[in-house]
């Protein structure tokens, strides 16, 4: 395998003479409905991805392929699956598909199958919610447990929080819905104590989440909680269950319920698909719910080992942000689902998208002269219309946009105004914002003309399942995974969180030495 | 007064002829405590802006302070504030500072002095969320009411919420949360259907918030709660209080238990002063704390007066944006809050300065050749150190960064750990990311080198109370209203919302004789 700079590629000086053309290329006069059929492109689950208002020709998309094969993205997806060391940086193996189950070859690390141990771990986690929804584990006083509030931050709160959110009122609907579930992720003490006073502490189960065991806010957290389960006369060890990896100092450890483990190869903004979030969401659906979120996931990961970029929507929604990002010069990207449920999704792709490529050095520690991963911003429409829209339409920049949207509402409770029920408002709405994007509109009023030329993609399905939502979810780290090895950077480490870290620990030993800190911890009272 | 665009001025050439040795300016090196002490500046109701970590010198300063002189920024204010036709598309007043207070002339519109309409409107949602407290007006089988659900969309809902979240744990922690508040905004039918199935509906107003009465999405979901609450049987006209402008559907309806006004000089963005806000605010915490958070929105008013730029906080920061948008070529910020209780705070501020800068026409509809209002996005610290922080420190591109901060927790619940407290573990992250932005740190391995050259400012106060919301708001307002005098543009209209309004309802008419419309019309299942 080879790992060349994006720039130092073929097709990287195909893309650079084409841009020119593509910045002028009028895509929306292009836009009818056999671009729209032509550019329908399935993921998994029944979803489907459409580049038909991407600013993209065929020529655009021969050398887009060009670079896939130059490039070797899919051979490179391949090698990771096989568990290659593709994490350079902390030299590991990159494995969060595996916990969806197995497209390589079986992974074996110092004499141990990976795999199993992932299938085993899904097992526990799975055998312990069900034990927990029969009655079998209960709190200290003997009561059984009817919320769930999972402790972690960043990877071990934005995606499972997200995922719950997204599948609540679809479990609500559908009679699943087990354990309310809360979150508590910041290290302001207003969170753990708003979260611990909505709670019946004495029917709630806590899901301590670190990977490290050292994170400083979920440390923090749980000894807030433990504080709380005291006071009121409760056994903190009844009360918490662990997910963390087998060498930390939360494993094995008489001080929680249970243990549930990952390991090193789990990134944490990937690891929803592990107990960071199976557990959670077991214990809130029932673990056949989480299944069928990891078999949607499967289902997209399988898909994405397509070498035809067209018939590959994670590889081809990659390579088109990259066209946008490195040719078009767009530095952002807007997240738009058209779907309440998805209302914290653009933030879990904004930890996903940014923390993994926002690099400024190759795999190798070699710093680039490209532009890397773009800012990823977004609300739920139409919401945002009534918002930020105004600049997308109107502001004197463009902004590629990434719709969703599904045939169907979660709940199917609906009411009739003007002829149309809500689910179909919502859904006009999405189809007259992709139109009024791309197409835009004259006037003799400049301030009422839209210039149009506005870039989305759009992905649907029939309605946001577990199963759907898993391939949503797949689709974005696959598209995130296939643009960091366009970039040649290692999109599965972050070393730009530890120097916070540092300067952290030396505020708070109060002996900085440093008169910038010490001015800022002057003034906010430290 | 001369409105200009702003590449006539002579402060935009001479800040084009910094712009490189700008680009180059090393403020990481010369930040010290020195420089952190020059450069506090009074918002209002105890708070400070610092503009230390920002990329300008005394050289830039300076011309800024022309820039402020030459496009009669203070002159702009005075005339907005006197009453002066500042929405030039719609030919509008812009009167949303005069709901806290008087700083003008009496403004008197068609015989009426609006000042004195705006307090009537204010002394009567206080006496009527009074009256809800003490019981004496109940639901419509006679029990008191126990929770709020606002349903407004945009302005008549990201604003509020995000006030309402803000003071939510102040007022539990201060004994004033008197009910309880909701909010249901999209027109997916999940939201409002979710919503209904939270709250006790024989126990709650609903406030209906849509100044045109038009709003299609708040119509959907007004009469989606009515459905519920008659099948609950329960009557309406006892649930459901309006918010409107006289001149709509909804003003004086007996549809209604009571209505509230605004007027068209109050923009939805900028309406949370109003009844938009002052009807749910006053519901859920009290007439007085809503009484409380105008003041301290006014006292800012009052402070953005001041022509001196390094003594007006919100001008100077308007200012700092311009030069880092225009000069120094960054089309983003992000905001960046230390404080859960401004989790949606940055939502609201998306909404504010996107819809009103988000314009590529200036206020007499000729386009614009400068870059006018850039890309907002952000959530709280800590939570985005660990999810997008990574790019922020080690991206390819630069974003400057907008930190918010406090001394105190609202709740003062808190946990001490590894000898210090929750709070001031967030407030030494909050010191530490700054200076790590700043200055960076160098490492013989790349990939754990911090450029640094990283802008931010800092607003910190003692704690989130509501006068210092209020003030924090109005910093904001005034931030965006100076951005836009200077851009030359209208920052009181949003024409950007209309093409996909028309185009929705000619989806929803079924005939839009448009072939793309029908095809995405046809997979999405319309």
Partial sequence: MQYNDFDQTAAYRKLLALAPAGKKFDFGSRLDAARVEKSLTPIAAGLTYSWAAKAVDDGVLKILQELADEQELIGKYKALLDGEVMNTGEKRKVLHQLLRGELGKPVIHEGKNIGEFYR???????????????GKIKGSTGKAFKAAVQIGIGGSDLGPRAIYLALENWAAAEGKLKLHARFISNVDPDDASQVCAAVPLEETLFVLVSKSGTTQETLSNEL??????????????????????????LAHNPAYLDSFYIDDFIGGRYSSSSGVGGVILSLAFGPDVFRDFLAGAHEADKAALEPDILKNAALLDALIGVWERNF??????????????????????????????????????????????????????TNGQHSFYQLLHQGTDIVPLQFVGFTESQRGDDVSVDGSVSQTKLKANLAAQIAAFAKGSSNSDRNKEFPGGRPSSLIYGKRLTPKALGALLAHFENKVMFQGFVWNVNSFDQEGVQLGKILTKKVLAGNSGDSVLDAYSKILGI
Avoid: C, W
């Avoid at 807030?224 to 100092?249: M, Q, R």
């Avoid at 879990?348 to 800012?375: C, F, I, W």
């Fill in 120 to 134: 085993k771990e899904l097992d526990r986690l799975g055998a312990f919610a069900a034990d927990v929804h029969a």
């Fill in 328 to 381: 078009l010069g767009y530095p952002y990207t807007a997240v738009l689902p058209y779907s309440q449920a998805l209302s914290r999704f653009p933030a879990h792709l904004q930890q996903l998208d940014m923390e993994s490529n926002g690099k400024r050095v190759n795999r190798d520690g070699k710093p680039v002269a490209y532009s890397t991963g773009p800012v990823v911003f977004g609300e739920p429409g």
């Fill in 224 to 249: 807030f909680v433990k504080d709380k389960l005291k006071k009121a006369g409760l056994d903190p060890s009844k009360h918490i269950v662990a997910v963390t990896s087998e060498t930390s100092p």
